[in-house]
C-alpha cells in the first residue's frame, strides 16, 4: 500500500464511536491525538465487535487481531479480509512463549486460559468448560520482537483473566512507553481460578508509570457487589507529549 491508495480515519467514525460512550469510547476520543506509529493489537478478537470499531480508527496503520479459538479465527480472517491492513494470528498471549491448555466456554466468549472449577469463580463466572484444546502462547514482548513491532499505538485486551499475565510478559514495551493506549478487561471478584483482580492491574499499571485515563464497571451481583469491567489506560510519555493541557476545576 502507498501513500495514493492508504486509507485514513474518517472523523465521523471517530465521532460516531465517541457518541456512543464506554470504553471504546475513551480510546475513539484517545485516538484523535494518536501519532499513528507502530501498530494496532486487538487481542480476544472473538467475533470482531470491537476489532471492527479500531479498524475504523486506526485503518492507516498495521493491525494484530490475535485469537486462539480455530473456529473464530477462520470467522475473523473472512470478515476482516476486505481491510488490507488486517492481519489474524492464531494465538494466545500470555507470561510464556510455549503451549497451554485453553478451556473452551459452552459460552464461547467465556473461553479461556485459566479454569473455573472453584467454588468462588464457578459461582460467579455461569460457564463451564465444553473443551479443552491446545493453543501456542507467546508473550507480548517476544512476539513484538519477532514481528518487527516496537511500538503499539493502541492495545485492547479481552481474555477471560489473562490480562495480567499479558501485560507481564509485556515488560519492555511498558518500560519503553511504547504502549500509548491500552484497553481492557478487568474483574473485581473472582470468575476463574487464580485470576489477578483490578487492584493488581493497577498496581501493575502504575508500576510502569502509565495513568487510568478511564474506567467503566459492568455487571453486579445482586447484592451490589461489583463483578467486572473495563478500564483504559495511556502511558505518561503519551499523556505528555500528546495529549491537551488539562483543563477544568
Known amino acids: 500500500m502507498n501513500a495514493d491508495t492508504m486509507l485514513h480515519p474518517k472523523k465521523k467514525h471517530r465521532l460516531q464511536i465517541a457518541e456512543k460512550g464506554g470504553p471504546m469510547g475513551a480510546v475513539a476520543r484517545l485516538s484523535k491525538y494518536s501519532e499513528r506509529r507502530g501498530a494496532v493489537l486487538d487481542v480476544g478478537v472473538n467475533r470482531g465487535t470491537m476489532a471492527l470499531h479500531l479498524c ?13 479459538i480455530p473456529a473464530q479465527c477462520d470467522y475473523v480472517r473472512e470478515r476482516f479480509a476486505r481491510f488490507p491492513t488486517v492481519e489474524v494470528h492464531q494465538m494466545a498471549l500470555s507470561h510464556e512463549t510455549g503451549q ?32 479443552t484444546i491446545t493453543v501456542e502462547t507467546n508473550r507480548l514482548d517476544d512476539w513484538c520482537a ?16 489473562s490480562e495480567f499475565n499479558i501485560l507481564t510478559g509485556a515488560q519492555d514495551l511498558l518500560s519503553r512507553d511504547a504502549i500509548d493506549i491500552i484497553m481492557l478487561e478487568w ?9 489477578p483482580l483490578l487492584d493488581e492491574i493497577l498496581t ?12 467503566f464497571p459492568s455487571r453486579r ?26 483543563q477544568g476545576t
Do not use: W
Not at 485503518?59 to 485469537?67: F, G, N, R
Not at 467465556?110 to 465444553?130: C, P
Not at 474483574?187 to 485470576?195: E, K, Q, S, T
Not at 501493575?204 to 474506567?215: E, F, K, V
Open 146 to 161: 519477532a514481528n518487527a513491532v516496537d511500538h503499539i499505538a493502541c492495545m485492547k485486551l479481552d481474555t477471560q483473566g
Open 187 to 195: 474483574f473485581a471478584i473472582p470468575h476463574y481460578d487464580g485470576v
Open 100 to 131: 497451554s491448555d485453553f478451556h473452551l466456554a459452552d459460552h464461547v466468549g467465556s473461553s479461556s486460559l485459566f479454569t473455573n472449577t472453584g467454588d468462588e469463580a464457578a459461582q460467579h463466572s455461569g460457564h463451564s468448560t465444553a473443551e
Open 221 to 246: 451481583l445482586k447484592n451490589g457487589q461489583l463483578r467486572f469491567g473495563d478500564a483504559v489506560f495511556i502511558s505518561e510519555t503519551f499523556r505528555k507529549t500528546r495529549l491537551p493541557a488539562a
Open 204 to 215: 501493575l499499571m502504575r508500576g510502569h508509570g502509565y495513568l487510568l485515563y478511564d474506567i
Open 56 to 68: 475504523r480508527l486506526f485503518c492507516d496503520m498495521p493491525i494484530h487481531l490475535i485469537e486462539p
